[in-house]
Every structure is written in structure tokens, then in C-alpha cells.
């Protein structure tokens, strides 16, 4: 930290967007404030966690309970893509499609 790679990495992406009319970025929220400051803007906040499967499903409120979880190879690709577009205000069918296809993890959406 405090090196400048950052910059450096950012710098050498943004030369890669020519044609590319939006981007996303997550943010640690200490950053937020650098990334307005470049242009973006704040439209949600998305937490990600993770917890003890076991502890989680027993403490599911009956109306998350009663989803099923299942692999999102088994749900159709245009309804995540459908799902996606009406919580996201531009396109990302791609970005979606690369960080539920990252190897030495399993993606699971709720259905019901």
C-alpha cells in the first residue's frame, strides 16, 4: 500500500477500454471517496460474507428457508442475466459470466 501500484495497475487498465462505455468497480469503502472522485458514482453498496452452511440454513427466516439452493449451472443463463439487469444499471453480462466461473469456488443462487 502506498506504492502507487495501484495507480500503476489502473492506469495500464483503462488503456485496455477503448469502445467500452461503462464499467463497474466493488469498492473496500475507505476507497469510495478515490473512486468519486475519479468519475464514478455511488448507486448500491453490496456486502459480501460468507458463514457455517449449517448455522446459516438454521437460522434462515422461514420465508429464505423455504427457497431452495441450487447450482447456478442449473438455472437458465438469461434469467441470471434478466435478474442482473434489473438490480444493475447497464449490461454486464460478462463481468457475471467470469466471477461465477473463477476456479476453487461453487456459486449457489436461491430459488423459490
Do not use: N
Amino acid at each position: 500500500r502506498g506504492k502507487g501500484h495501484g495507480r500503476e495497475l489502473w492506469s495500464h487498465a483503462m488503456k485496455g477500454l477503448e469502445g467500452v462505455k461503462s464499467i463497474g468497480l466493488d469498492a473496500v469503502p475507505a476507497k469510495v471517496p478515490l473512486y468519486l472522485k475519479w468519475g464514478f458514482s455511488s448507486h448500491s453498496f453490496t456486502l459480501s460474507l460468507s458463514g457455517d452452511v449449517e448455522t446459516v440454513r438454521s437460522s434462515c427466516a422461514p420465508s429464505a428457508a423455504s427457497a431452495r439452493l441450487c447450482d447456478l449451472s442449473s438455472v437458465p443463463w438469461e434469467s441470471v442475466v434478466s435478474y442482473d439487469a434489473k438490480h444493475f444499471p447497464s449490461r454486464r453480462e460478462a463481468m457475471v459470466r467470469s466471477l461465477t466461473a473463477q476456479g476453487g469456488s461453487r456459486t449457489l443462487v436461491a430459488v423459490g
